[in-house]
Structure formats: structure tokens, C-alpha cells
């Protein structure tokens, strides 16, 4: 199996195909607590995170800053980047030394262009991964406790 091969977002694409996509990153290592990238800089490039452990924060304003996920290997981080090129709305920051690959935007929408297959299946697994946080983010709102001591209109 390809070191793609266990990354959500690749999922169903054969060895050949996630080779390609492979020789598209750069390499980046960081070590513990260092910043991948802040909130309101440049979407781009599209990060794979190979070893390690990342915070997704929101930086704080005027108290304590806010651990918005937990991310372990083989996910990916800013994915929003694919589908626009809006700044990060959030903070990302090392918890362990970490190992990522970088792919630009243009390289890797280039390499859709050439190869639709591929575009079309990343981009079902990008909106798979959307539905599915959707739906737990909804599940939140359906909580009752969330709710006690709110009037009704």
C-alpha cells in the first residue's frame, strides 16, 4: 500500500494514482509547538499530515485560546484550501514533532486537469468528509442541554 494509501481524502485511488499526487509534495518537518499556519494567512498549499500531532486553534482575543480538534497522522490539515482560496480561518500548531507534505493548489488541480478521475474522486471524499462533520456539528445543536434556559420565542 501506497503512504497516501491511508490518507480519507485519497481514498479509492490505485497506488498509481496516489504516487502521482506524491511526487506533487514537498516535505516539511517541525518540531514541538511551532505555528503551521495562522489564522487569516494565504489558504495554500494543502497539507497532509504524515507523523505527529496538530492543534487546530482559534488564537486568543482576550482570554485563553480554544483547541477547536486534535489531528493524528494521515489526515489532512486545511482542506478548505481546495475549495477556495479564503485566508485560514483558524491557527494550526505543532504538539509533537511533525512530519508534513506540502501540495501546491495550482500542482495539484493541474494534475485534476490532467487526470479527472482523480479531481472527481477527491473532491466525494472531500464532501463525504464535510457531511460527516455536518452532521456531528447538528447532532450538537439537537442536545438539550445546549438548549436549557434558552425562551422560546
Not at 475549495?83 to 493548489?105: D, G, K, Y
Request: net charge negative.
Amino acid at each position: 500500500m501506497h503512504i497516501l494509501g491511508n490518507v480519507r481524502l485519497f481514498e479509492g485511488l490505485t497506488d498509481k494514482e496516489l504516487s502521482a499526487i506524491f511526487h506533487l509534495a514537498r516535505e516539511k518537518t517541525l518540531e514541538k509547538n511551532q505555528i503551521i499556519f495562522k489564522e487569516n494567512s494565504p489558504s495554500d498549499p494543502l497539507l497532509l499530515l504524515m507523523e505527529g500531532e496538530v492543534h487546530i486553534e482559534t488564537p486568543p482575543s482576550s482570554g485563553p485560546k480554544t483547541v477547536l480538534a486534535r489531528l493524528e497522522p494521515h489526515v489532512v490539515v486545511g482542506e478548505l484550501s481546495l475549495l477556495e482560496e479564503a485566508p485560514r480561518p483558524v491557527t494550526a500548531v505543532t504538539v509533537t514533532p511533525t512530519t508534513l507534505l506540502e501540495i501546491s493548489r495550482a500542482d495539484l488541480f493541474r494534475h485534476f486537469e490532467d487526470h479527472p478521475r482523480v479531481g472527481l474522486t477527491v473532491l466525494k471524499n472531500l464532501g463525504r468528509s464535510f457531511c460527516e462533520r455536518w452532521r456531528r456539528s447538528e447532532r450538537g445543536y439537537r442536545d438539550p442541554l445546549l438548549w436549557k434556559g434558552v425562551p422560546d420565542d
